[in-house]
């Protein structure tokens, strides 16, 4: 079942059209990346859902048009810290806690279960603005958090973090996903995005493309790749384009087929009656950042 619709938003800031009629889904238990270059819209759908800005369209939670109740049982760790500075870490926690409506007599546990979460327990009577960047981070989202939220929403919460601070947190999000939350999340960074069960990119306002990791990058070439070296890479490309093959010669001759596992013999066997050796032939993984860039064109 789809615990998050969006269908049709559109946002407009005057005559600008910032998103697009844009509908995707995120369904119970998923993991779904919001995708897009630096402006594509992803942050103000974000506030769309939270209910911050005017928008056209519909965004449904649970199977109904979402409202103030609903978005108590979403957690918002939005790009911007709303973290207090001159308040300790704990105490962060408990405005957060105070704010979303969590029980007194609930308070402290769920403070405790969170600072272990993502091991700031040393840390809890620090000053926010003593901590470094990636302790803040690591702050928000357990603030984010702190009301147990159906539904997580996470605005680029990697984003300025270093390479093993980010495994750690997608590690959190793998076992907060395992242990049966809903995720929405973006990011800049294609190695997370493999990390998604589900991929949404825009650009400009609008979706470009929507599915599994491997499925965007097989849409991306329309096949998979074969990488090949012959004793003679011009003259193979001609063959096999003459013989139908998509082929792209760029240093390196690709072939794209439908099945690079049937097709790898086909190939080499044509090239070989031509009285062409080969090398080599590969299947090529491609990686999402190719697949993006193919797809935005860049
Ligand atoms: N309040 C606003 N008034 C006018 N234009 C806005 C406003 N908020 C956002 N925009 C514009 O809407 C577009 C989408 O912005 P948005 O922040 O949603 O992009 P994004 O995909 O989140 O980008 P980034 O990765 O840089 O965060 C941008 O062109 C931005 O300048």
């Given at each position: 079942m789809a615990k998050l619709a969006v269908k049709n938003l559109t946002i407009r800031f005057g005559e600008f059209v910032a998103v697009n009629n844009l509908s995707f889904e995120v369904k119970e238990g998923e993991i779904v990346g919001l995708l897009g270059p630096n402006g594509a819209g992803k942050t103000?759908?974000?506030?769309?859902?939270?209910?911050?800005?005017?928008?056209?369209?519909?965004?449904?939670?649970?199977?109904?048009?979402?409202?103030?109740?609903?978005?108590?049982?979403?957690?918002?760790?939005?790009?911007?810290?709303?973290?207090?500075?001159?308040?300790?870490?704990?105490?962060?926690?408990?405005?957060?806690?105070?704010?979303?409506?969590?029980?007194?007599?609930?308070?402290?546990?769920?403070?405790?279960?969170?600072?272990?979460?993502?091991?700031?327990?040393?840390?809890?009577?620090?000053?926010?603005?003593?901590?470094?960047?990636?302790?803040?981070?690591?702050?928000?989202?357990?603030?984010?958090?702190?009301?147990d939220p159906e539904l997580l929403v996470l605005d680029e919460p990697t984003a300025g973090v270093d390479p093993p601070l980010r495994r750690t947190f997608w590690e959190h999000f793998s076992r907060l996903n395992e242990e049966g939350k809903t995720i929405l999340v973006t990011t800049h960074y294609m190695d997370e995005a493999e990390n998604c069960q589900r991929l949404i990119l825009m650009r400009n306002g609008t979706k470009i493309v929507e599915g599994k990791p491997d499925e965007i990058k097989r849409a991306a070439l329309g096949g998979e790749v074969i990488e090949l070296r012959t004793s003679n890479d011009v003259k193979s490309a001609k063959i096999l384009e003459d013989m139908g093959y998509r082929v792209e010669l760029n240093g390196v001759l690709h072939v794209i087929v439908d099945d690079a596992a049937i097709s790898v013999p086909a190939v080499i066997e044509e090239l070989k009656r031509e009285g062409i050796a080969v090398f080599r032939a590969e299947t090529k993984k491609l990686t999402l950042e190719d697949a993006f860039m193919r797809l935005i064109g860049g």
């Amino acid at each position: 079942m789809a615990k998050l619709a969006v269908k049709n938003l559109t946002i407009r800031f005057g005559e600008f059209v910032a998103v697009n009629n844009l509908s995707f889904e995120v369904k119970e238990g998923e993991i779904v990346g919001l995708l897009g270059p630096n402006g594509a819209g992803k942050t103000t759908t974000i506030r769309a859902i939270f209910g911050v800005i005017p928008y056209e369209g519909s965004i449904e939670f649970g199977g109904r048009q979402i409202d103030v109740s609903d978005r108590r049982k979403i957690g918002w760790m939005p790009q911007n810290s709303p973290l207090y500075l001159n308040l300790t870490v704990e105490e962060n926690l408990r405005f957060f806690a105070s704010i979303y409506g969590v029980e007194r007599s609930k308070v402290e546990e769920r403070v405790n279960e969170l600072l272990k979460l993502v091991e700031l327990e040393k840390f809890r009577k620090r000053l926010v603005k003593n901590l470094s960047g990636g302790m803040k981070q690591r702050l928000m989202l357990a603030c984010s958090m702190v009301h147990d939220p159906e539904l997580l929403v996470l605005d680029e919460p990697t984003a300025g973090v270093d390479p093993p601070l980010r495994r750690t947190f997608w590690e959190h999000f793998s076992r907060l996903n395992e242990e049966g939350k809903t995720i929405l999340v973006t990011t800049h960074y294609m190695d997370e995005a493999e990390n998604c069960q589900r991929l949404i990119l825009m650009r400009n306002g609008t979706k470009i493309v929507e599915g599994k990791p491997d499925e965007i990058k097989r849409a991306a070439l329309g096949g998979e790749v074969i990488e090949l070296r012959t004793s003679n890479d011009v003259k193979s490309a001609k063959i096999l384009e003459d013989m139908g093959y998509r082929v792209e010669l760029n240093g390196v001759l690709h072939v794209i087929v439908d099945d690079a596992a049937i097709s790898v013999p086909a190939v080499i066997e044509e090239l070989k009656r031509e009285g062409i050796a080969v090398f080599r032939a590969e299947t090529k993984k491609l990686t999402l950042e190719d697949a993006f860039m193919r797809l935005i064109g860049g």
